[in-house]
């Protein structure tokens, strides 16, 4: 059966559409006192996401990879220090480390939630790494190097296992830097302190992206860190700022990585609309998981653990025969994604690492079986039933093959 209408995997023309005249008259305040760097759009915005994130302060920046980087520089991070994450993000969590002078060091991640598992956090820091006493410092056996961080990433929009790697983090004095560059709005239940909290109100500081494909997406560049730290915050705005407190006095040398002040305005416009699309992405996700239940024996959908509320960045399903069925959906005129197709530890860039097939099982599976499915906040019922029908139909194809 043809599919009479394409359906992209990402509409962001849609709500650009939608929102022309609040986004032009935010270009025409700038256009009115030229103010494109820094100034009131830009810390506006950042109070108002702040604010979101339940968060004292946000530092608007260039990027989600600028955000890290400079959270890392910000948290102390020498040259030579590890921080672990998982392998199965997108490279620019490692990047930023890489970036900040840091070492890469990969733990699994779990094989329901897709993000890191906290048990194989602590394997990899009681079994290599020892406490150091007189320094208070974690240090890798092998190395000699110290352990100065952790970075869970909220994959997907589905947070990682906070509880946990907080209280592994205290353990041994590292910090944590979450990687919230795919959740902006997503929940965590602690039961530790028996409240809900927000991505990127949990660690040391966290990361956002503000790319315009995601959940909160600038026209453009743009990033932003979350933190409770005044000093850390004061420290990651003069990095962005050529390492100047005062305009031209530079205590230490930073990058050009500031967040634009248009950029911030329209960021502001849509903050406003960001609640209402990611409850139409949870109920998008959510019938979903309805449609798809049928063919449960051969898709698996997104396990949304019950101390988290996801806010479904990507809707991402496993099958077997991943590459088949990503055909299937393409030459019926779907849209689909793969998030991400080569762990981080087999990427070419990572060579030097000395990391081999098989040393994370979990994320080489997983990588090898996901598809992302069209999300996006203004997604049709038909449209989506159009897409569930084709993979029901691709499912029913090899059923009856195998037989
Ligand atoms: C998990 C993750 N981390 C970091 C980034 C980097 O963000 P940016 O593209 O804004 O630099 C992204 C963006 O794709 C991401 O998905």
Request: some cysteine; glycine content about 8%; overall charge neutral.
């Amino acid at each position: 059966m043809a599919n009479p209408m394409k359906i992209p995997f990402l509409d962001l023309v849609t709500p650009h559409q939608e929102l022309e005249a609040e986004l032009l008259a935010v270009v025409k305040m700038a256009f009115s006192n030229a103010g494109f760097i820094g100034g009131p759009m830009v810390e506006q915005f950042e109070r108002e996401f702040a604010a979101f994130c339940g968060t004292e302060y946000c530092v608007g920046v260039n990027s989600g990879t600028d955000a890290l980087r400079f959270a890392f520089m910000a948290a102390g991070v020498e040259q030579g220090d590890i921080l672990v994450t998982v392998p199965h993000t997108f490279i620019a969590t490692t990047e930023a480390i890489s970036q900040a002078g840091a070492q890469i060091r990969f733990v699994d991640i779990h094989e329901r939630t897709y993000t890191m598992d906290p048990e194989k956090l602590r394997e990899y820091l009681e079994t290599h790494c020892r406490f150091d006493i007189s320094s208070g410092n974690l240090i890798e056996r092998a190395t000699k190097h110290r352990v100065a961080g952790i970075v869970p990433v909220h994959l997907y929009g589905q947070m990682a296992d906070m509880d946990p790697i907080m209280e592994i983090a205290a353990k041994y004095n590292l910090f944590v830097i979450e990687d919230a560059c795919q959740a902006h709005g997503a929940e965590y239940f602690s039961k530790k302190d028996n409240v809900w909290k927000r991505a990127g109100s949990m660690g040391k500081a966290a990361a956002f992206s503000f790319y315009p494909g995601k959940n909160l997406g600038a026209c453009g560049e743009g990033g932003a860190i979350t933190t409770n730290d005044q000093a850390m915050a004061a420290r990651m705005k003069m990095i962005r700022d050529h390492g100047q407190a005062k305009k031209y006095y530079h205590d230490i040398e930073g990058y050009n990585g500031r967040l634009d002040s248009i950029q911030a305005g329209w960021l502001s416009v849509k903050l406003r609309r960001l609640a209402k699309w990611n409850e139409s992405r949870r109920m998008l996700a959510h019938r979903y998981h309805g449609l798809l239940a049928e063919a449960k024996d051969s898709v698996v959908t997104p396990v949304e653990a019950p101390w988290t509320k996801g806010v479904y960045h990507l809707y991402v399903v496993r099958v077997q025969d991943r590459e088949a069925l990503q055909a299937h959906l393409t030459e019926a005129g779907i849209g689909c994604g793969l998030h991400y197709p080569v762990p981080l530890h087999l990427q070419k860039a990572y060579q030097n690492l000395s990391y081999k097939k098989g040393d994370f099982p979990v994320t080489e599976r997983v990588a090898a079986e996901i598809l992302s499915l069209p999300m996006f906040p203004q997604l049709l019922f038909v449209q989506q039933d159009m897409v569930v029908a084709k993979v029901k139909e691709f499912v029913g194809v090899r059923l009856v093959a195998s037989h």
